[in-house]
């Protein structure tokens, strides 16, 4: 006779709230929307990099803080974004990140990190579908609209 473990698992809400947004993400101002009422990426001191997830219309279906950093970078991985995505069961995700200094332009580091995400979705079947760099409120990129993500 053996041991065996059994295990579930689950997401445990930890906070939530009514937001004046719309609960769709159909472009990067509705996005953008989401990141700065629900993780206040437009006033945070230090890199903070989350996700929305999403089911097949769009509909958001949670937003996740994945990594919060330092005053330039946090630190990204494939595992920690895709493991929220997929206790989500999401159709697809948005990416976010701020830039505390208020410059809103993707870093080499930027880019390289979206495509491996990128590819990491792709093998699971979770669609990247943008990147938004928020420095500001009011200054702000895609990175879909760039044309800096992957086909």
Known sequence: MVNIQKFSLRIVKESGGRYDID???RNPFQARDLFVEVVELDRRAEEVFAIATLDVKNKVTGVFEVST???TSSL???REVFKRAMLQNAAGIVLAH???S???DASSDDISVTKKLQKAGK???INVLD???IGSKDNFISMQEENLMSD
Do not use: D, E, Q, R
């Open 123 to 125: 093998i699971m079947g």
């Open 102 to 104: 208020g410059v809103s």
């Open 69 to 71: 950093g330092t005053l």
């Open 23 to 25: 609960k769709y993400v």
């Open 131 to 133: 990147h938004i760099i």
């Open 98 to 100: 701020n830039h505390p």
């Open 76 to 78: 990204v991985t494939p």
